[in-house]
């Protein structure tokens, strides 16, 4: 009597992708059909209106900071101790004052921060500062 001891199965070293390629096919044209369907908005008969009048758009006041620490509201000289007393004047006409701060590479940092300490003390609440692309 003979005992063959060396197996015949032995395991598969290749993956069968027939079945994975056959359910990305399906759901590509699951996709196909619906994405049409997604697209489609709701019509709609809009009523007509009066004609309203526009959103006002801020007032924007450029504030700017020259090489020599000279500061100018909308290109007028102020000095700054009158400047949050300016600002506070400008804020009171113009509730949704915008402030875009030009400050000159040049100038010296604690220039820039008085500035911005009495745009502050003022309740300048929307202040940018304007830069150019490199």
Request: glycine residues 2%; without cysteine; proline residues 4%.
């Amino acid at each position: 009597m003979n005992i063959n001891t060396s197996s015949e199965q032995t395991a598969m070293a290749e993956i069968n992708v027939t079945p994975l390629v056959d359910v990305m096919l399906v759901l590509l044209i699951v996709f196909i059909v619906t994405a049409p369907l997604l697209m489609q908005a709701v019509k709609v008969d809009l009523p007509g209106t009066a004609a309203v009048e526009p959103v006002k758009q801020s007032r924007v006041v450029q504030l700017t900071v020259n090489a020599q620490g000279i500061v100018y509201i909308d290109q007028r000289p102020i000095h700054l101790d009158v400047l949050e007393s300016e600002l506070k004047t400008l804020l009171a006409a113009t509730p949704d004052l915008s402030v875009q701060l030009h400050a000159d590479e040049n100038v010296k940092y604690g220039r820039v921060a008085q500035v911005m300490a009495a745009a502050s003390r003022a309740n300048i609440k929307k202040l940018g500062f304007v830069t150019v692309r490199e």
